[in-house]
């Protein structure tokens, strides 16, 4: 009868690897759960329906002066700090 000699645990490699995944794993959620604790949720507004129609109406009049074909020409003067804003298009405010 012969017999294999059996190795300890410890000097297999399958339970090593199985340990290094957890390990892995434990080591990367931990990390992610203090930034999540620690950092700023920047993107979140709390008037966030009062911006998104902000930004529709900002858009909208975009839209409406493509249409005009409103166009304007913004100058300004860094000595004098005169500002000149030229207008062209065809539906402008006179004066």
Not at 6 to 18: A, G, I, N
């Amino acid at each position: 009868m012969s017999t294999t000699p059996v190795t300890p645990w410890y000097k297999q490699f399958w339970p090593w690897l199985l340990l290094g995944l957890l390990f892995t794993s434990i080591t990367a959620s931990s990390t992610l759960a203090v930034l999540a604790i620690r950092s700023a949720d920047g993107m979140v507004q709390e008037d966030y329906y009062e911006h998104g129609r902000a930004i529709n109406m900002v858009l909208a009049k975009q839209q409406r002066a493509a249409e005009l074909e409103l166009a304007g020409d913004l100058r300004i003067d860094d000595q004098t700090g005169d500002i000149t804003l030229d207008l062209v298009g065809d539906d402008r405010p006179s004066g």
